[in-house]
């Protein structure tokens, strides 16, 4: 997958990037493409039951405005 996401395209992507930042689990540009890192991190979290990959409600708002 390159440049969008299935679901909601740049924005939620960039949201992903954000949230995966705040797990430490992605360490690369906040810029809304898709890239394997992206799915390297998610991948990461999903094996952990306490990773939430989406940014709580008040972080990240820049990244998606």
Do not use: F, H
Not at 2 to 8: D, F, R, V
Not at 29 to 50: F, H, M, N, S, Y
Request: hydrophobic share 30%; charged share 25%; net charge negative.
């Amino acid at each position: 997958m390159t440049g969008q996401c299935g679901y909601g395209g740049a924005r939620m992507i960039r949201l992903y990037q954000c949230g995966l930042t705040e797990q430490k689990l992605y360490t690369g540009e906040i810029d809304g493409t898709w890239r394997p890192e992206v799915t390297k991190a998610l991948e990461q979290c999903v094996l952990d039951k306490a990773c939430d990959p989406l940014p709580a409600d008040e972080q990240c708002r820049a990244a998606t405005s």
